[in-house]
């Protein structure tokens, strides 16, 4: 099995900055394109940032030059640098990842469990 956890949610004010993470543990033979997607409520999920194996990089239109995502092969980790954070961008964010089960060799597309992020005005 392979699972996903993130952390680094929270309450931040206007203007204000957090860094998410998320990491994969488990029977993992790699990690191929990880992704975050956020969900606010009563809205559906939408996808935020890409970053591929190789460190290449999207992002949606409406984070575009206040977020950064980046990822830590050895440590199988993903994470999310949100700056200049507005109302709008609060949301149940996840990690997703494309992950090869070293037992099965199979790829499954895996998911976190979410993380808050609100931003108070």
């Known amino acids: 099995q392979v699972q996903l956890v993130e952390s680094g949610g929270g309450l931040v004010q206007v203007g204000g900055s957090l860094r998410l993470s998320c990491q994969a543990s488990g029977t993992i033979f790699s990690l191929n394109d990880m992704n975050w997607y956020r969900q606010a409520p009563g809205k559906q999920r939408e996808l935020v940032a890409v970053i591929t194996t190789g460190g290449s990089t999207k992002y949606a239109d409406s984070v575009k030059g206040r977020f950064t995502i980046s990822r830590d092969n050895a440590k199988n980790t993903v994470y999310l640098q949100m700056n200049s954070l507005k109302p709008e961008d609060t949301a149940v964010y996840y990690c997703?990842?494309?992950?090869?089960?070293?037992?099965?060799?199979?790829?499954?597309?895996?998911w976190g469990q979410g993380t808050q992020v609100t931003v108070s005005s």
């Open positions: 997703n990842a494309l992950a090869i089960n070293r037992l099965t060799m199979r790829r499954n597309d895996q």
